[in-house]
């Protein structure tokens, strides 16, 4: 009875030492993984972020290959009551729009602009254009103009195409 004891004894013991460095083991993998883990994770993250920002972002060429300037003369009935657009016409109640691809943010002399629009410092190109475009006070805090923006890309893009033939230096289309 006492040398079963004794073997039993050291059986349990052999177990529990057994079952303690396992569960240690398994403490120390378990606090390696995750770094491991996020480690990886954060990799991933930057390329799938790089991929997706070249082509989504501001690809003016394609943007303004989806337009026609035909339409464009369509689309800018919209702009129209606030705006002329043919050489030698008048402000109305927002500026003249004749040549306003490729001259400065609120340029025309004797037109009273917002103090949003005067103190922004860009020139009209593109890429400006299309931004102002889709919602224009977005895109300038404080602009005077009262226009809700235009949703399709394919809008935008024809109306840049016509406002670039409304003009005595039209810019080079990307
Ligand atoms: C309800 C009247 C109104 C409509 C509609 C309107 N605008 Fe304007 N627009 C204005 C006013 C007012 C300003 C001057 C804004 C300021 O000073 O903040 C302006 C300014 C602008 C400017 C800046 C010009 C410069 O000299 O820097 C552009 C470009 C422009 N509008 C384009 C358009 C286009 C394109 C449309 C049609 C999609 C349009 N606007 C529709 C009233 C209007």
Redo the contacts with the bound molecule.
């Keep these: 009875m006492n040398n079963f004891n004794k073997i039993f004894g050291s059986l349990l013991l052999v177990v529990i030492i057994v079952f303690g460095i396992n569960k240690t083991s398994d403490i120390i993998y378990k606090v390696n993984v995750p770094t491991t883990e996020s480690y990886k994770v954060e990799v991933k993250d930057n390329s799938q972020t790089n991929e997706k920002k070249e082509p989504v972002s501001s690809d003016i060429k394609a943007i303004l290959a989806l337009g026609s300037a035909d339409q464009g003369k369509k689309?800018?009935t919209?702009?129209?009551?606030?705006?002329s657009i043919n050489k030698g016409g008048g402000n109305?109640?927002?500026?003249?729009?004749y040549s306003?691809l490729g001259?400065?943010?609120?340029?025309?002399n004797d037109?009273?602009?917002?103090?949003?629009?005067?103190s922004?410092e860009k020139i009209?190109g593109f890429e400006e254009?299309n931004a102002?475009?889709i919602k224009?006070a977005a895109y300038?805090k404080?602009?005077?103009?009262?226009?809700g923006?235009?949703k399709k890309e394919e809008?935008?893009a024809s109306?840049?195409l016509y406002?670039n033939q409304q003009t005595d230096n039209p810019l080079q289309i990307p």
Excluded: E, N, Q
Excluded at 92 to 97: D, E, S, T, V
Excluded at 142 to 147: I, L, P, Q, S, Y
């Design positions: 689309i800018f919209k702009c129209a009551a606030c705006h109305k109640i927002g500026p003249a729009l306003v001259r400065k943010v609120a340029s025309v037109y009273k602009y917002s103090k949003g629009m005067a922004f009209w254009m102002f475009l224009p300038i404080g602009t005077k103009m009262a226009f923006g235009l809008d935008r109306l840049i406002m």
